[in-house]
Nanobody, 123 residues
């Protein structure tokens, strides 16, 4: 049974930092691409960042230079380091994983999702 569990969300002031973690179980973590998405109230889920199975990374333009996505295959865990957070980035953040190739920037590419973790950035 595949399971993804996010942690690390919380309340932070604008300009602050948080690190999200996503612990994976149930399949060979190193063979899968891990993506991060977020969804604000009333909005569609949007792509944030991805670290592919081969180590390649892609970021949305809005977070480039401030967020860093990484993975530790020895711990079956992915990470999203978020710096210089903005109030408009308040959302539920989700990790997801998928097999195969592809950039990994589309919601529809993923077949497993975590439960999400709330990130609230106060102004």
């Amino acid at each position: 049974q595949v399971q993804l569990v996010e942690s690390g969300g919380g309340l932070v002031q604008a300009g602050g930092s948080l690190r999200l973690s996503c612990a994976a179980s149930g399949r060979t973590f190193s063979a899968y691409t891990m993506g991060w998405f977020r969804q604000a109230p009333g909005k569609e889920r949007e792509f944030v960042a991805v670290v592919r199975w081969d180590g390649g990374r892609t970021y949305s333009d809005s977070v480039k230079g401030r967020f860093t996505v990484s993975r530790d295959n020895t711990k079956n865990t992915g990470y999203l380091q978020m710096n210089s957070l903005k109030p408009e980035e308040t959302a539920v953040y989700y990790c997801a994983d998928k097999a195969g190739n592809g950039v990994g920037a589309r919601v529809g590419e993923y077949d497993e999702w975590g439960q999400g973790t709330q990130v609230t950035v106060s102004s």
